[in-house]
C-alpha cells in the first residue's frame, strides 16, 4: 500500500512551478499513467459538497485533516479502508494519504494546481465516497431533525437540498451536513470524520419520533466544473435542467443514481450517490469524457478555499457558532421566530447583539503563506485573532487565508499582520470569496 504523507498546510510548497500541460489517457486501460509535475508535497484534504437553498452560497462537507504516515500504527495503517473506486486512484497513479480511516487519493501525477485550475475552466471527478450517507426516515422525520439543526427542514419541498448545522447547547457546531427531502424519508450526507459521532448523536436524539438508516453500501461522487452540465446531460438529458441545490433520481448511462447539483468548489457541479458496486463502473464512463479529469482532495481543498468555503475542524468546529463564523444565513426565519434547537438562546442572542469575533478573508501581502494556527495581529502587535485555513490559491497566483478576527476588525481592507515564522508580515482583511462562485441558477 503506497501512503504519501499529508497533513500541515494546505498545498504547501505550490507556489513553486507552473502547472504542467494537461494529457490524457484511456482512463479504463490497465496500467493507465500519466505524467507531470508532482507539484505540491502536501495538503489538507477537504471531501465533501455544500450550498444553500435560495440563500446565499453555502460551506460544504469537510471533515480533520489527513493523518501523516508517522502519526500512524501498523496496524492503523492495515485498517484503512478503501472506496469503490480504490482500482481506478492506482491505475491513474495518485498519491494516496489516510483521511477519515480511509486510503484517499490526494492528486495524481499532473500535480494539485493542473487538477484546480482544470476544474475552474473545465470538469474533474471527484471520490467523496467516504462521506457519511443516510436516511431518516417517518411522517415527523422533518421535524424531529429541526430539534438539532437551525435550519428549516420542515420547509422543504421534495427534490430540494439544504446546507444546515448540528449545533451544541454552547451554540457550536457539532458537524455541517446535507439534507435532501426525498418524499418518503430525508436524504443525508455528514462528514467522513464525523459520520459515526453524526449518526449516533442523530439515532440517539430523535429515535422515539424517526429511524435513521445508513447507507454504507453507497458511493458518492463528485463532477465539478464549468462543463459539468454538459458531460451530465450527455449521461442523462434532465441533468442539465436541475436547478442549484435541486435533486433527482436519475438513471445515468442506465446507472440507478441520486443526483444533487451542488458543490464544494465554487464551480457548478453534481454529488451522484450510485450503489458501490456500480461506482467504478459509472467514474470511468465519466472520466471517458474529453472534458473529464481525476482529481484528488489537494484541489478539492484549494478550490474551496478560493470560495470562502469552510473545512469542519479548522474554519468551523464545536467551539464556534454559526453567527461567528459567518453562516447567520443557515438560521431559517421561522427557527429564528421559534428557536427550539440546541444552543438556540446564545445564537439568536449573537444575531441581536453580534458576536466578539468573525470568521473573515485574509490576504498576505507577500508570496508567503500564512497557515492555520498563524496569530493575527494589529499594528501594536496585539494578538486579535488566529488563521484557520491558509494556502496558496492557484486561480489568484497567490497566497490565501481564513480565519477568525475581533469583530472590531473584520472590515475589509482592515490592515493586519501575520506571524509567520516568528515574523509579522504585513495583510489585510478582505471580502469573501476569494474567486467568484459560479453554482448554477435555473
Known amino acids: 500500500m503506497r501512503l504519501w504523507k499529508a497533513g500541515g498546510g494546505v498545498i504547501n510548497g505550490l507556489a513553486s512551478g507552473n502547472a504542467p500541460p494537461h494529457r490524457r489517457c484511456n482512463p479504463a486501460g490497465p496500467g493507465c499513467r500519466r505524467r507531470g509535475n508532482l507539484s505540491g508535497p502536501e495538503t489538507e484534504g477537504a471531501p465533501g459538497e455544500g450550498g444553500v437553498?435560495?440563500?446565499?452560497?453555502?460551506?460544504?462537507?469537510?471533515?480533520?485533516?489527513?493523518?501523516?504516515?508517522?502519526q500512524m500504527t501498523d496496524q492503523e495503517v492495515q485498517d484503512l479502508k478503501q472506496t469503490p473506486l480504490d482500482t481506478l486512484h492506482r491505475e491513474w497513479d495518485a498519491k494516496m494519504a489516510p483521511f477519515a480511516g480511509?486510503?484517499?487519493?490526494?492528486?495524481?501525477?499532473?500535480?494539485?494546481?493542473?487538477?484546480?485550475?482544470?476544474?475552474?475552466?473545465?470538469?474533474?471527478?471527484?471520490?467523496?465516497?467516504?462521506?457519511?450517507?443516510?436516511?431518516?426516515?417517518?411522517?415527523?422525520?422533518?421535524?424531529?431533525?429541526?430539534?438539532?439543526?437551525?435550519?428549516?427542514?420542515?420547509g422543504l419541498s421534495?427534490?430540494?437540498?439544504?446546507?444546515?448545522?448540528?449545533?451544541?447547547?454552547?451554540?457550536?457546531?457539532?458537524?455541517?451536513?446535507?439534507?435532501?427531502?426525498?418524499?418518503?424519508?430525508?436524504?443525508?450526507?455528514?462528514?467522513?470524520?464525523?459520520?459515526?459521532?453524526?449518526?449516533?448523536?442523530?439515532?440517539?436524539?430523535?429515535?422515539?419520533r424517526a429511524r435513521l438508516e445508513i447507507l454504507d453500501g453507497r458511493a458518492l461522487l463528485a463532477v465539478q466544473g464549468p462543463a459539468a452540465a454538459t458531460v451530465m446531460g450527455r449521461l442523462h438529458a434532465q441533468a442539465p435542467d436541475l436547478g442549484f441545490m435541486t435533486a433527482a433520481a436519475l438513471d445515468l448511462d442506465a446507472i440507478p443514481c441520486f443526483v444533487t447539483r451542488s458543490?464544494?468548489?465554487?464551480?457548478d457541479g453534481y454529488e451522484i450517490s450510485v450503489a458501490a458496486t456500480e461506482a467504478e463502473k459509472l467514474a470511468r464512463r465519466l472520466l471517458a469524457e474529453p472534458e473529464v479529469l481525476p482529481a484528488g482532495l489537494g484541489a478539492r481543498d484549494s478550490l474551496r478555499l478560493e470560495a470562502g468555503l469552510c473545512l469542519y475542524g479548522h474554519d468551523i468546529d464545536e467551539t464556534t457558532t454559526p453567527v461567528e463564523a459567518s453562516l447567520s444565513w443557515v438560521l431559517g426565519k421561522r427557527r429564528r421566530r421559534e428557536g427550539g434547537f440546541p444552543?438556540?438562546?446564545?445564537?439568536?442572542?449573537?444575531?441581536?447583539?453580534?458576536?466578539?469575533?468573525?470568521?473573515?478573508?485574509?490576504?498576505?501581502?507577500?508570496?508567503?503563506?500564512?497557515?492555520?494556527?498563524?496569530?493575527?495581529?494589529?499594528?501594536?502587535?496585539?494578538?486579535?485573532?488566529?488563521?484557520?485555513?491558509?494556502?496558496?490559491?492557484?486561480?489568484?497566483?497567490?497566497?490565501?487565508?481564513?480565519?477568525?478576527?475581533?469583530?472590531?476588525?473584520?472590515?475589509?481592507?482592515?490592515?493586519?499582520?501575520?506571524?509567520?515564522r516568528g515574523k509579522a508580515l504585513p495583510g489585510s482583511v478582505v471580502k469573501l470569496p476569494f474567486v467568484e462562485r459560479r453554482y448554477y441558477k435555473s
Open 53 to 70: 437553498d435560495d440563500d446565499p452560497p453555502a460551506t460544504g462537507h469537510k471533515g480533520a485533516p489527513p493523518f501523516s504516515e508517522s
Open 263 to 267: 458543490g464544494y468548489t465554487g464551480e
Open 158 to 208: 421534495p427534490g430540494r437540498t439544504r446546507y444546515t448545522v448540528l449545533t451544541n447547547e454552547r451554540g457550536g457546531i457539532l458537524d455541517d451536513l446535507m439534507v435532501t427531502d426525498r418524499g418518503d424519508h430525508l436524504y443525508l450526507v455528514v462528514n467522513a470524520a464525523r459520520k459515526d459521532a453524526d449518526f449516533a448523536h442523530i439515532r440517539n436524539r430523535v429515535a422515539d
Open 343 to 420: 444552543g438556540h438562546r446564545i445564537i439568536l442572542d449573537q444575531l441581536k447583539t453580534g458576536a466578539a469575533r468573525k470568521r473573515v478573508g485574509l490576504k498576505p501581502g507577500g508570496k508567503a503563506p500564512a497557515r492555520a494556527h498563524t496569530a493575527v495581529e494589529n499594528a501594536a502587535g496585539e494578538v486579535i485573532g488566529e488563521v484557520t485555513s491558509g494556502g496558496y490559491g492557484p486561480s489568484v497566483e497567490g497566497p490565501i487565508a481564513m480565519g477568525y478576527v475581533k469583530t472590531e476588525y473584520a472590515s475589509p481592507e482592515t490592515p493586519v499582520n501575520l506571524r509567520v
Open 102 to 154: 480511509y486510503d484517499m487519493a490526494v492528486q495524481y501525477p499532473d500535480g494539485i494546481i493542473a487538477e484546480h485550475l482544470h476544474t475552474r475552466t473545465r470538469a474533474s471527478i471527484f471520490d467523496v465516497s467516504h462521506m457519511g450517507q443516510a436516511k431518516l426516515l417517518g411522517d415527523d422525520a422533518a421535524a424531529a431533525l429541526e430539534t438539532l439543526v437551525p435550519g428549516d427542514i420542515r
